[in-house]
């Protein structure tokens, strides 16, 4: 910025100097060029009308207010920085630890779902598996004793396939082995069925029966949909798991 208007004798230093230092404050003036300009209008003011006191006392603390502002916003702008960076590397590592607590969630579902394999699980749900040699467990709970129980058996597409009946049953869990007969008298191929169990006590009155699908498990898949262990064609997803023995 030019100061030659501030070094000059001949310049006017008693009039609309304190406009002066305020442009120039306003303007970006450094500490420097500051002190210079005040200096010129020491050395230049009029001895015999010298420079009002209060007006020099303003202009300085003009300059003083300016200087400390300036140096909060640099000092802002560091700490805005420091924080930037700090931001980014909490990210970094929460990111890393979310990658690294979903790898160990992983390997350990696979081990627990390994470790059912070869056991006999039950769980909610009225689907069988049926291997084409032995017998398919059928399974419901009763809420009370029941002088009858009628078991419908269907294929995938819906259609009845096998209607049998079970008398004399009690309360809790009850299986209903089916040998794979249908009605017609062949044997059903192998695959997963559904069924359903209509009780009644001795009145003809229904007794509440829920359906359970047993079996042993001889794989487990992880997928999309989940981890699933797998009866024969039956899959169930390993939260449904109710309970499990060998």
Known sequence: ?????????????????????????????????????????????????????????????????????????????????LLSGLGETVGTSMESQ??????????????????????????KGNTVSWSGDGAAPLTATLAQPAAQAEITVRDGEGNVIRTFTATDLQAGPQAFPWNGLMDTGATAPPGAYTFAVRATDAQG?????EPMTVGTVDRVSFGTDGTKLWIGDVGIPLSDVRSMRS
């Open 205 to 209: 009155n229904r007794v509440s029966a």
């Open 98 to 123: 979310g990658e690294e607590i979903a790898a160990l969630r992983n390997t350990m579902e696979i081990s627990r779902a390994t470790n059912f394999i070869g056991r006999t699980i039950e769980t």
């Open 1 to 81: 910025m030019d100061i030659s208007s501030f070094m000059n004798p001949a310049a006017p230093v008693n009039g609309g100097s304190n406009g002066q230092f305020t442009g120039a404050l306003d303007s970006g003036l450094g500490r420097d060029a500051f002190l210079k300009m005040l200096v010129a209008q020491l050395n230049n003011q009029d001895p015999m009308n010298p420079q009002d006191g209060h007006e020099f006392a303003a202009q300085l603390a003009q300059f003083s207010t300016v200087e400390q502002l300036q140096s909060l916003n640099q000092r802002s702008t560091q700490q805005m920085d």
